[in-house]
């Protein structure tokens, strides 16, 4: 099967038809989108195909990205560039194959649902605790959902033993990406185009062995050391990597329903073989995730921001959009996001990622969140981080008096305030987007207007604090007086802290005139 020919990547329509094309037509003005039937596979695509236009027709500045966002990419230079990568895009049996070992693997055949990387383990399903991702799943898979399950696995390849190595990202790797706010107004290859970022030099096929590897004999990683990294592969490998040898088995097929799509095809895949001591990846920075380095070590490596327990939320915007630093690391967004140009229609970064725990997927997590054109990214940048403190440290005083009010002993209490976190950082996020805003707009707070929201911000944060206290705490109206007077001392301790709050002080310093702030 030749990817960039053969009809076999799902579709949406602007009209809502749905079909399958070969690559040569991904600039059709009248696809939507992608549309896969599991969300892992959805932002996959899009990553292949914003690498596939990387690699064929990144243009050479900023004046050519333009060209190409008002004009349209080149149709002759597109269907002389997809030739030319056609060796690398060959899906089967037939070596080179599309993400597949280019050796013969000499080990057992294992169920092609090994590809999916939520399917239940071996020891759990000994253990029978695949209570929520149920065995069975993927068992028969056709050859066009098989070719996403690949590239799904290798991008986002998670720890599976040993020798078994994690993707180019590390497992679990947060990918964020750009999308217009307003998305129906927009082709899919526009929207992909928003991603793809200037190049002086395009590769030539003799680079393609370094970039796609596949098409050449496998890195592997038995002995230390023997390691890939931007300084002996091609840079746009970070599009293509490949850490798991991986070889499906296009004999044992049968005729039916993919398990996958639910569509008829004469040759499911039932079985694969893997092996490990795949490629090692290190020193990479794939142009689509955000970085942090510990500040504690100015030689420490940059690494990729994984999928977390619980999600995003907007306490971790700011890393994701700009240059920052807590008292921990410093953050920068991926390269797409620096990249950006600026002057465009308004845009959002679309941010997802797998919950990993080592080779088990917890959860998958998507948001969505704005990005903001700013004056001065350095200032915006500050301010944020004084509104993030006071929110974190108003948090942190909340919890501590929850435990006093609910404990007569809080200093022995083990609480896990997990989903207090998450309900604090979901309903204060309202009020916060409008903070954004207004202060994307003026970030020096020169408008009266901006003072007063930033002035708004803080009340609504005190009353969030104060509300969430109370809803927790004030549960049982017949509690005894011991008790009720333990709940008073505590509300009254945590509204006096909060005021306290040095934090507190220095941002409403913010919301001053110029001439009270040098008084």
Known sequence: MDLTTEGWLPVVMQDNARLKIPLTNILDDNIFDVSYPRVDFQGAAWQMLIGLLQTTVAPEDEEEWREVWKNGIDKQAWQKALPAIAPAMQFGAVKPAFLQSFEPLESENSSVAGLLIDAPGGNTLKLNKDHFVKRHVGQKICPHCAVMALFTVQTNSPAGGAGYRVGLRGGGPLTTLVVPQQERDFSLWKKLWLNVIPEEKRPTPSQYPSIFPWLAPTKTSEKAGNIVTPDNAHVLQAYWGMPRRIELDFEKTV??????????????????????????????????SPYRQALKDQAAPWLALKGQPGGLSYK??????????????????????????????????????????????????????????????????????????????SLRLLKQWLKAAWFPTPSEAKVDFSQLDTAFWQETEPAFRQLLEALSSDPARENSLTREILREWEKRLHHEVMNFFDRDVFTD????????LRQLTARSKLDRDYDKQKIRTQFLDLAKEAEEQNA
């Open 255 to 288: 005729a039916g329903s993919c398990d996958l799509c639910g569509q008829y095809h004469s040759a499911l895949l039932q079985e694969m073989r893997s092996k490990n001591y795949g490629v090692q990846y290190d020193g990479w920075q794939h142009p689509l």
């Open 316 to 393: 971790d915007w700011l890393g994701l959009t700009l240059d920052s630093e807590d008292k921990f690391n410093r953050m920068q967004p991926a390269r797409v996001v620096q990249k950006l140009p600026r002057r465009l229609p308004a845009t959002g970064l679309w941010c997802f990622a797998w919950d990993m725990d080592n080779a088990k997927a917890r959860c998958w997590y998507q948001h969505r969140i704005p990005l903001m054109n700013t004056p001065d990214a350095k200032l915006l940048s500050s301010v944020m981080q004084q509104t993030l403190q006071l929110t974190s440290d």
């Open 477 to 484: 109206p017949d509690c005894n007086d011991d008790t009720l």
